[in-house]
């Protein structure tokens, strides 16, 4: 009886961090080390697309896994009264630190599905957090947070499942440590990778677990009239604008 060979995709033979082809794993290796040479915080790179569509009301912001506060200091000098949330402790406690003084911000150790579905936030922002939370669920649960009119921002990770994906991300692995070398001649020795703080502690990472088609096809199920667009430099944007009431 013949032996059913395992079958390969152009997908999984591609992609670095997956394949077996020796001259596609070489080619990984030395985008490595570029990118080792000239690192960059991918999270901070997109503060900008966020800033640039804050509805007009926001007198409150929720930021979801706040890490060590740098979008809700600012989401904070945009005018809005700022909620930074997070699970992990010294991350809290980071950004405490950094706002003492400051009543217009608040850094809360929790749950983002223990925010009350009050509708009292006008801005909810997750920055390369949304991947550690139950796709689905989270995203019901925003839309109860949101205040009529109030908008859901979210810039987030996710995994290759079709061979579009897959051009993305390999334009975005030569795309990198070009944009790192950018980033390190405007700003020398300041700019740190997305899990490195400032002042020592480490962000927790985690591997995402939805490909891009399906966090797409989640958020226009659950947020008719969600706007999705994979990104390059391995982000997607995810926007949401809570109907008026």
Not at 76 to 95: C, F, I, K, Q
Request: glycine content about 10%.
């Amino acid at each position: 009886m013949p032996t059913t060979m395992p079958t390969t995709t152009p997908t999984t033979q591609l992609d670095p961090r997956t394949t077996t082809n020796p001259l596609v794993r070489a080619v990984g290796r030395w985008l490595g080390r570029l990118n080792d040479r000239y690192p960059w915080n991918h999270n901070d790179h997109f503060h900008g697309w966020i800033l640039r569509r804050l509805p007009r009301r926001r007198r409150r912001a929720l930021d979801v896994g706040c890490g060590l506060g740098t979008l809700v200091g600012r989401l904070r000098a945009s005018g809005a009264m700022v909620v930074g949330l997070d699970v992990d402790e010294p991350m809290v406690e980071a950004t405490r630190a950094r706002f003492a003084g400051d009543p217009g911000v608040t850094a809360r150790h929790g749950r983002f599905e223990d925010v009350p579905a009050d509708g009292s936030f006008d801005v909810v922002t997750m920055v390369a957090s949304l991947h550690h939370l139950d796709l689905e669920p989270a995203l019901r649960h925003a839309a109860g947070v949101l205040a009529p009119g109030g908008r859901l921002l979210v810039v987030g990770l996710a995994r290759i499942g079709a061979p579009r994906d897959l051009a993305v991300d390999l334009v975005s692995s030569f795309a990198n440590p070009v944009v790192g070398l950018a980033k390190s001649l405007v700003r020398p020795r300041t700019v740190l990778p997305e899990h490195v703080g400032d002042d020592g502690p480490v962000v927790p990472l985690r591997d995402s677990r939805e490909t891009y088609g399906e966090v797409r096809d989640t958020a226009h199920h659950v947020l008719p009239g969600a706007r999705f667009r994979q990104r390059l430099l391995f982000r997607y944007t995810l926007e949401w604008t809570s109907p008026a009431s």
